[in-house]
């Protein structure tokens, strides 16, 4: 009997080893920009791969290209097929005062009419939208003088995160919202400006981020601002 319960022991010992094994993943670094401009945006004419070419050279491991209010189909096209980096399509939706950036409108996903918002739409049925779309929706650039929102509509809405510093004036805010530091770049050099270093569990044991960990990372605050 006692060599029984020994062995019974045993079993259940290994049976958790195994189940804590499976669940303890490992995390890496990643480091990027959510909020990036092309040629693809009005007030931008930075080639995609000018835009690609520094942040290999800045070490980065994702890039969200994040043009005004439509998506270029063929800067999409790249993005999708990008293999020196993890480029996640993404999209800033500026029909009204308080700017929103998308996060990740992949191969599989449809815009769900993100690139032809009616101006009168309300930004709670945006972020829904983005939402709908398997996206993250970010507030940047907070405040009205820098055409965001105000820290009380950002608090109210839905956003999974924002912008927590504006690196062309150098402001601050309060973490309200989990944090993402991006330089809105329009240039290829102000991607060094502010960008992001995400703590990212490698789910898939790649030693690499791929794209929804690192929308949990966002979700969860696990971004800070590369220094």
Not at 3 to 21: C, G, R
Not at 26 to 40: D, P, Q, R, V
Not at 68 to 86: M, P, S, W
């Amino acid at each position: 009997m006692k060599h029984v319960n020994i062995v019974f022991i045993s079993v259940i010992l290994a049976l958790l080893i195994s189940l804590v094994s499976c669940t303890n993943y490992s995390y890496i670094e990643a480091k990027g920009n959510f909020h990036t401009h092309t040629l693809a945006s009005f007030d931008s004419n930075e080639s995609y791969e000018a835009i690609i070419n520094e942040a290999i050279s800045l070490g980065f491991d994702f890039i969200v290209i994040t043009d005004h209010n439509a998506i270029d189909e063929k800067i999409r096209e790249k993005c999708l097929n990008e293999k020196r980096l993890l480029c996640i399509q993404g999209l800033e939706i500026t029909p009204f005062i308080g700017h929103i950036v998308a996060v990740d409108f992949g191969k599989e996903k449809e815009n769900v009419g993100i690139n032809t918002i009616d101006p009168d739409t309300k930004p709670e049925e945006v972020i829904k939208q983005i939402h709908s779309a398997g996206g993250l929706a970010i507030a940047v650039h907070p405040l009205p003088e820098n055409g965001g929102f105000t820290l009380e509509e950002i608090q109210k809405l839905d956003f999974d995160a924002m912008e927590c510093y504006i690196p062309r004036n150098n402001q601050q805010f309060p973490a309200i919202k989990p944090c993402v530091y991006s330089s809105d770049a329009h240039k290829a050099d102000q991607l060094k400006d502010a960008y992001s270093i995400c703590k990212v569990e490698d789910k898939n044991a790649n030693k690499k981020a791929e794209v929804e960990e690192i929308k949990d990372a966002v979700k969860n605050g696990n971004c800070r601002k590369a220094e």
